[in-house]
């Protein structure tokens, strides 16, 4: 059960049904049955109502009158519009963490990229999204610049965990094309922060994001 101030606990069920709809527990498309659902989590309807409000209007759940609340389910186009605005804003943010990131920052990480560097097997699949969502939020955090922040924390909360646990080609397991990619990729990212180099970070921040979002778009059209 949940027992958080009520202000935290609507924050807190939404935090938990993120993480239901990202783990796959509850599909694409499926059904929320709100009532089952607040007695799983332990919370009264009230706040479960609140967290379900959220999730609409961060776009991960969609309401239709007179039919009730569903997992939001994504088409090829909106992948193509969501990884285009990913690699607009994240790109941006890399260039301005460029100059600002800390060295704490540099060395955390450096341990990141070696964690995900450890965890490139296929049952490892969920760990590894799971330590590269923190490892882009560590760079656009750097960023210091807080719209964007809020921005992609909000993009985000859809991609791109979300968006691969869209499609039964992607859900459980890594794409051939990122496991071999990923790595340099991540590391041309960390090689230009450690440089100070906006442009290069800018760069390959934006490669990164394209290529992610090309592979992805390729492998459901399969």
Do not use: C
């Amino acid at each position: 059960m949940l027992e958080q101030p009520y202000k935290q606990l609507n924050e807190q069920v939404a935090d938990k049904l993120r993480e239901l709809i990202h783990d796959g527990k509850i599909k694409p498309g499926e059904w929320l049955r709100q009532e089952h659902l607040a007695q799983a989590v332990g919370v009264s309807p009230t706040p479960f109502r609140e967290a379900i409000k959220a999730l609409v209007a961060e776009g991960i759940l969609e309401h239709l009158p007179y039919r009730g609340v569903r997992v939001i389910q994504f088409s090829a186009q909106d992948i193509e519009d969501i990884y285009a605005v990913r690699a607009y804003l994240e790109s941006r943010a890399a260039g301005e963490a460029a100059q600002k990131i800390s060295a704490q920052e540099l060395t955390d990480l450096r341990a990141l990229e070696a964690e995900l560097n450890n965890h490139l097997a296929p049952e490892d699949i969920q760990h590894y999204r799971a330590i590269n969502l923190r490892f882009h939020q560590s760079i656009y955090n750097a960023s210091r610049r807080p719209y964007l922040v809020r921005s992609l924390n909000q993009l985000w909360a859809l991609s791109p965990s979300m968006l691969w646990a869209n499609f039964a080609s992607t859900a459980k397991r890594p794409l051939d094309s990122r496991t071999a990619a990923d790595p340099d990729e991540h590391h041309a990212i960390l090689a230009a922060l450690e440089a100070h180099d906006a442009p290069a970070a800018e760069k390959a921040m934006r490669q990164h994001i394209e290529a992610a979002g090309k592979h992805l778009l390729e492998a459901i059209r399969k």
